[in-house]
Structure formats: C-alpha cells, structure tokens
Nanobody, 114 residues
C-alpha cells in the first residue's frame, strides 16, 4: 500500500521560509518522479515543482523562491519555500508517479500572513 505523508506546513509571515517534507512508503521511491502541487482557496490544484532522476522542474510562479529536492535514502522529497507571499497560501500536496497510476498525500496547510 502506497502512502505519502506530508509535514512542515504552518502559519508564517510574508518573507519567511518553510520546508515541507513528504515521506513515501510502499513504492520504489528512487525510481519515481515526485512532485509538489498546491491548491489555494477557490483555486484549482496546480503543479509547483517536480523532480525526477534527471533533474527538476519549478514552475514560473515560484521560480527563484522554491526548491525541490529528494533524499532517496530517506524516501523523502522536500520543498524549500523562501520569501513566502500571501498568494502562496494553499494546501500543499505531494504526488508520486508510479508505473501505472499516481498517488497523492493528504496535504499540509501553508498560510502566509501579510
């Protein structure tokens, strides 16, 4: 059974930083593409960043502020978020791309106050 467990969310002020973690189990982590998505209030879920064995993709909305990384020994993917803005307020979800389907975590809330 695949499980993705996110942590690290919270309430911060604009300009501060947070690091999100997602621990995966039940899948061959090192071979899986992993990604972070977010869904803000009244908005659609959107891709934030993605990491494969060959590199990373960070979307323009967070480029220069957010960094995705992984530790295969710990089955963990991270999202380092710097210079947070109120517009970054959202539930952040971890996603794993398996061979035939993808899996989602339960999400962690990030709230950025002005």
């Amino acid at each position: 059974q695949v499980q993705l467990v996110e942590s690290g969310g919270g309430l911060v002020q604009a300009g501060e930083s947070l690091r999100l973690s997602c621990v995966a189990s039940g899948l061959p982590f090192s071979r899986n593409t992993m990604a972070w998505y977010r869904q803000g209030p009244g908005k659609q879920r959107e891709l934030v960043a993605q990491i494969t064995g060959g590199g990373t993709i960070v979307t323009d909305i967070v480029k220069g502020r957010f960094t995705i990384s992984r530790d295969n020994a710990k089955n963990t993917v991270y999202l380092q978020m710097n210079s947070l803005k109120p517009d970054d307020t959202a539930v952040y979800y971890c996603r794993a791309f398996g061979a035939e389907k993808s899996y989602w975590g339960q999400g962690t809330q990030v709230t950025v106050s002005p």
